[in-house]
């Protein structure tokens, strides 16, 4: 079982920027960023390969957030900017077992893996 700890929430202005940090206790295949704002269901972000190569956004996260990961460290990253106010919820790493190993999976059940979470709020 790997553990997921997340790290970096908090609460920043419109425009601001934020980096969320995952560390993970040990490997895991795809591993994501998934997030969930009150009254509404858990959405995919953002997704990166195990090789780091082309990753996943979903469309209102490209061109302002960047995902990445050093699997030395076994450690991933969601770096944030020009945040807006619907950006605002609870950030949640995940990660999946060998059969994501060529995928990056967008429902939140193909994910083996998650953390407790990291509460982003964007003020305006």
């Known amino acids: 079982q790997v553990q997921l700890v997340e790290s970096g929430g908090g609460l920043v202005q419109a425009g601001g920027s934020l980096r969320l940090s995952c560390a993970a206790s040990g490997r895991t295949a795809a591993m994501a960023w998934l997030r969930q704002a009150p009254g509404k269901e858990r959405e995919f972000v953002a997704g990166i390969r195990w090789t780091g190569t082309t990753p996943s956004y979903t469309d209102s996260a490209k061109g302002r957030f960047t995902i990445s990961r050093d699997n030395r460290k076994n450690t991933m990253y969601l770096q944030m900017n020009d945040l807006k106010l619907e950006d605002t919820a609870v950030y949640y790493c995940?990660?999946?077992?060998?059969?994501?190993?060529?995928?990056?999976?967008?429902?939140?059940?193909?994910?083996?893996?998650w953390g407790q979470g990291t509460q982003v709020s964007v003020s305006s």
């Open positions: 995940a990660g999946g077992g060998p059969s994501t190993i060529l995928t990056i999976p967008l429902i939140p059940r193909a994910y083996d893996y």
